[in-house]
C-alpha cells in the first residue's frame, strides 16, 4: 500500500475495459474451507493486490478477503464454511499500480479434486487511472465554514468522475472534511455496541500521513460534551450521558470504551466509495455476523 490513507470516490458508471491495466484471471485451488489465490504472469509495477472469495448462490452468506502487498503475489483465504465440490467461487481481484487501480471478476466451479475451473462467460472489468481523474479536480469553496475538494463540471457529472478525496495529510485538521459523532452507543438494542463514540485526538488523528482511529478504556460516568444525538427525552439522556451530579450510576454510561465515527461534510446518492485502510482484528469488531 502507498503511504497515508486515501478515500476516493467515484460516480457509479458502465463498465470500461482499459489495455493499458489487464487484470488476468487468478489460479484458484480449494481445500475445505482455504481457498488458495494466485495471480500468474509476469506482473510489473504492481504495488499491492486485493482478493474477494464469496460462495455464489449459497444458502448462507460465506466470503472472506485477503490482500497481498508484494511478490508472489498469492493469498490464502479462510472462509466461513467449507466448499463442496461442484460449488460456484466468484473471486473479485482488484490491482493497485501507481496511477491506476483495476478490478475483475471471475467466477469459478470447484472440481471434485478442488481445482477452480473458470466459467465462459462475459467478465466483469473495470480500470481507472487515478491521475486523470484528479486533474479534473481542483478545491471548490463549499460555505465559509467548509473547504472540499470537488470535480468543478457542477451542471452534471460523467460515469467516473472524481467527487471526494482525502489523503489525510499532516498539515491538515480532521475537521476540514470531517464531522465527529458524539454519542453513546451501548444503549441496548440487538447488537448493543459497548462503545462512546467522541471527538478526541486520542480516538482519531493524522500521524504519519494516514488516519488512525482507536480505541480506549474508560470507565468515567459523565456527559458527553458537545453531544450529537438528535433523539430527545430518556432517549437523548442514554446517548449522551447523565450528570455527573446524580449518585445513580447507569449501565449505558458506565465501562465503556470510547472510540471515532466520523462523516463527510457532504453527501451523495449514488456513487462508488474506494478506501486504503488496515483492518483491525479481534473481539467485540462492529458491524458482525
Request: glycine content about 6%; charged content about 25%; overall charge positive.
Amino acid at each position: 500500500m502507498r503511504k497515508g490513507c486515501v478515500l476516493l470516490i467515484w460516480l457509479s458508471s458502465l463498465v470500461s475495459f482499459l489495455i493499458a491495466l489487464k487484470v488476468p484471471h487468478p489460479v484458484v485451488n480449494v481445500r475445505g474451507r482455504e481457498v488458495s489465490i494466485i495471480l500468474p504472469g509476469e506482473l510489473e509495477g504492481i504495488e499491492s493486490l486485493f482478493f474477494q472469495a464469496e460462495l455464489v448462490d449459497g444458502e448462507c452468506d460465506n466470503n472472506a478477503y485477503s490482500f497481498a502487498n508484494k511478490s508472489p503475489w498469492s493469498v490464502k483465504i479462510e472462509m466461513r464454511n467449507s466448499i463442496e465440490p461442484n460449488a460456484k467461487l466468484r473471486i473479485q481481484t482488484v490491482v493497485e499500480t501507481k496511477n491506476k487501480i483495476a478490478s475483475q471478476f471471475s467466477v469459478y466451479n470447484i472440481n471434485d479434486k478442488g481445482i477452480g475451473e473458470l466459467l465462459d462467460g462475459p467478465s466483469l472489468s473495470s480500470s481507472t487511472d487515478l491521475s486523470d481523474m484528479i486533474a479534473k479536480c481542483k478545491p471548490v469553496k463549499k460555505s465559509p465554514a467548509e473547504t472540499l475538494s470537488e470535480c468543478s463540471h457542477r451542471s452534471g457529472f460523467s460515469g467516473g468522475d472524481l467527487l471526494f478525496e482525502d489523503n489525510f495529510n499532516n498539515d491538515q485538521k480532521l475537521t476540514d472534511n470531517w464531522k465527529h459523532e458524539v454519542r453513546y452507543r451501548n444503549t441496548g438494542g440487538k447488537n448493543q455496541e459497548f462503545v462512546a463514540f467522541v471527538d478526541d485526538p486520542n480516538n482519531s488523528n493524522v500521524t504519519n500521513n494516514k488516519l488512525h482511529i482507536s480505541i480506549t478504556k474508560d470507565e468515567r460516568d459523565k456527559i458527553l460534551l458537545g453531544c450529537t444525538s438528535k433523539k430527545e427525552g430518556l432517549a437523548k439522556r442514554k446517548e449522551c450521558g447523565r450528570s455527573s451530579g446524580r449518585s445513580k450510576r447507569e449501565p449505558w454510561v458506565s465501562k465503556t470504551f470510547r472510540s471515532a465515527n466520523m462523516h463527510t461534510n457532504f453527501t451523495f446518492k449514488y456513487g462508488r466509495v474506494e478506501i486504503r485502510a488496515k483492518m483491525p482484528t479481534g473481539d467485540w469488531l462492529f458491524p458482525s455476523k
